[in-house]
């Protein structure tokens, strides 16, 4: 029997929708990082976008692809990404993370977060995508250890991957700025943090206080790179792929775990 190879886990700083179809550096750095992983069996995705109450996880068949914003071009909306879902696989992560209850989705699909970037990394749509949600009502710490409990799908042939932004406010965004000081603090703050695997500054974000209350306004960008991290084993390397601070306060880091 043939050992099946650990595959890696990946957070991404997606950004604007708009990388979908622009070229930039942060997606020629998707592109590469599709071209240089190993070709996973399935890709499971926590998106900044699946808020809930409680966990679900996609198990249909062929997930919609979920245009979840406004106001950008109509080539924006004309994307589809018609990747295959895995109800069977959606049932053996559910029964894994048991006694957890997980609720097998039949209605959300793929939303920006996701195709936004796998539209670059695997432009073929060949693999098959599942997303779980983001239960909003725990804690930073649970989401770290629900991502330490998906680290054995990796040994399965399962690539982890989370998208959202380390320093994520829509609200302070400015078109012409290099980045404001308090972005770039927190950036910096949680890019040595990771490259240390200091789990404490990490998961206690909100102990660098105004810089990650502008930072981190609401949780819902930062709380996928937990569970990249929680998937870390001691023999795995941390990389930053690509990192940058966009229209001032939106941070475009990208983490492989590998």
Avoid: C
């Amino acid at each position: 029997m043939t050992q099946t190879q650990r595959m890696p886990a990946i957070f991404v700083g997606h950004g604007s929708p708009m990388n979908a179809i622009e070229n930039n550096i942060y997606t020629q750095a998707w592109e590469a990082l599709g071209q240089r992983s190993p070709t996973p069996k399935a890709i499971l995705m926590i998106s900044a976008h699946w808020m809930t109450r409680g966990v679900a996880i996609t198990a249909m068949k062929q997930p919609q692809t979920i245009h979840d914003f406004g106001g950008f071009p109509q080539a924006l909306f004309d994307i589809q990404y018609p990747a295959p879902g895995d109800p069977a696989l959606a049932q053996h992560i559910a029964e894994h993370l048991a006694p957890l209850p997980v609720v097998l989705d039949q209605q959300w699909g793929l939303d920006h977060g996701t195709w936004s970037v796998l539209v670059k990394m695997y432009p073929q749509a060949q693999i098959p995508v599942l997303q779980l949600s983001l239960d909003l009502t725990q804690p930073a710490s649970w989401h770290f250890e629900l991502g330490r409990r998906l680290a054995a799908l990796r040994d399965e042939g399962i690539m982890l991957m989370a998208s959202g932004n380390v320093v994520h406010n829509l609200r302070r965004m400015a078109f012409q700025s290099p980045g404001f000081d308090w972005a770039h603090r927190f950036n910096n703050a949680m890019r040595k943090a990771i490259l240390e695997d200091d789990t404490e500054k990490l998961v206690n974000y909100q102990q660098f206080g105004e810089d990650a209350a502008l930072s981190v306004p609401t949780s819902e960008h930062f709380l996928p790179l937990l569970y990249v991290m929680g998937s870390k084993n001691g023999d795995d390397k941390t990389e930053i792929v690509v990192d940058g601070m966009d229209l001032g306060a939106i941070s475009m880091m990208t983490v492989l775990i590998s």
